[in-house]
């Protein structure tokens, strides 16, 4: 009996868990949060699947650069003002030695939004097709809805 | 019985969605689900202690839910006192929650 729930207990950790998220740079908190919580995941050895679309596909975008902090507040916030592309790429590479993250932009919403070509390396662009695949294979699907 | 995660990442009193939300912890855990409220983002600010929502927190903890609240996310905001029965946690905790403790993830 006492096998029987380890057994149990072991079979109910989740192991892949695919992200949907919407929401672009300078929006909204969701693209910091969700990735606060892939770095955590990524530690548990959990692999991340993002299906990134809409304004989301920008957070990729290779081209962004970091603007100074006004001179006043250096101090506090430090010389730049990071991009949270940054972060991304930082957490791709990361993948290479332990639990993976994917991470994939909807190829219309890049292609609508000028930024197919300047898609940071590691980051792929593709279909809905891979959307289906990210939640088939999930243990869990976690959807950040949008404010509309 | 399962074990339900809800995430709450925008402010209750925001959209009438705030409502439904918490009807649903309520309800789930009314019919014998285990329920755990991880509030992060604007979802904090319902966890002031002595907001009118936090009432409703800690009713819902009464009912036996478990109801948390990001650090990063209240220290943000200035949220220093949480409603009675509502507890300050990581994201590390809410990561655990996903991997092991809970069966159904919502994410509001």
Redesign the interface.
């Known amino acids: 009996m006492a096998t029987a729930t380890v057994e149990t207990a072991v079979a109910a950790r989740v192991k892949k868990v695919a992200v949907v998220l919407a929401t672009g740079s300078y929006q909204r908190e969701a693209p910091t949060t969700v990735l606060r919580l892939v770095e955590k995941l990524l530690q548990r050895g959990v692999d991340v699947n993002v299906w990134a679309f809409e304004e989301a596909v920008t957070l990729t975008n290779r081209d962004q650069i970091d603007h100074n902090e006004p001179g006043s507040l250096q101090k506090l916030l430090g010389e730049k003002h990071p991009n949270v592309g940054r972060f991304i790429d930082q957490m791709l590479r990361a993948g290479l030695h332990g639990a993976k993250l994917d991470w994939v932009s909807c190829i219309l919403c890049v292609q609508e939004r000028g930024v197919e070509k300047h898609q940071m390396g590691g980051a792929i662009v593709g279909t809905l097709g891979d959307l289906w695949k990210f939640v088939k294979a999930a243990d869990r699907v976690i959807a950040i809805p949008t404010y509309r | 019985m399962a074990r339900y995660l809800i995430?709450d990442?925008?402010d209750l009193t925001e959209y009438t969605g705030g409502r439904f939300i918490q009807k649903t912890a309520e309800q789930l855990q009314a019919s014998g689900n285990q329920v755990t409220l991880f509030l992060?983002?604007?979802g904090v600010i319902a966890a002031r202690q002595g907001s009118q929502m936090s009432a409703n927190l800690t009713a819902l903890s009464q009912q036996g839910a478990t109801v948390l609240a990001d650090d990063?996310s209240c220290s943000a905001r200035g949220v220093l006192r949480l409603a009675d029965g509502v507890t300050q946690a990581s994201?590390?905790r809410?990561?655990?929650l996903?991997?092991?403790g809970?069966?159904k993830?919502l994410?509001?």
Do not use: F, K, Q, T
């Open positions: 995430v990442s925008r992060i983002e604007n990063i994201v590390d809410l990561a655990d996903i991997v092991e809970s069966d993830v994410w509001y």
